[in-house]
């Protein structure tokens, strides 16, 4: 009786444990953005959200967007977007660098939920490198799940599809 006392702890301290380790920092969004633009980073902007860009926003997210302003760097033909979305209960920030329309990198900056965490590994976020928006605002690049980790696979492809529509938006609008 004792044996399977001391067992059971030890597995409830393993899975406590494992658990605890999803969650982290992985990279400042300083430190994204000064990697993104070489060392050098401009100056930030804000993008003020208009009802047009808040209803695809939204339609992409499947839920409100209360936001009236994004902030992002631009320089040249690329931009870089830190970001937040719900995966299943808190909040994922990612960063997003978008250059010459498609993403040249998406990087989990801090993961806040208690498991699926696997989609801040680079064999997951190189998926989306070089992916661009369709017309109907998807991503033209099938980005494979993770079991375990669908709401953060697809927190981080809205996001993925946000900051791509935005980039679109500064270009048209230079």
Do not use: C
């Not at 992985?26 to 993008?47: C, H, M, R, W």
């Not at 498991?115 to 690049?141: C, I, N, P, Y």
């Amino acid at each position: 009786m004792k044996l399977s006392f001391t067992i059971m702890t030890l597995l409830t301290s393993l899975l406590l444990t494992s658990v605890a380790n999803a969650r982290g920092t992985y990279q400042t969004p300083e430190d994204f953005i000064s990697q993104a633009f070489n060392g050098t980073p401009p100056k930030s902007k804000v993008l003020w959200i208009d009802d047009e860009t808040k209803s695809v926003i939204e339609s992409i997210l499947a839920h409100s967007f209360r936001k009236m302003r994004l902030r992002y760097w631009q320089q040249d033909n690329q931009s870089v977007w830190i970001m937040d979305e719900i995966g299943k209960e808190a909040p994922i920030t990612v960063g997003i660098h978008v250059k010459d329309n498609a993403i040249s990198q998406t990087k989990v900056l801090v993961y806040r939920e208690s498991r699926g965490d696997e989609v801040r590994h680079e064999f997951f976020t190189d998926q989306f490198k070089s992916a661009q928006l369709t017309s109907d605002l998807k991503l033209d690049t099938h980005i494979d799940g993770i079991t375990g980790a669908t709401l953060s696979v697809r927190a981080l492809t809205k996001l993925s599809r946000i900051a791509l529509y935005l980039d679109e938006q500064l270009t048209a609008n230079n």
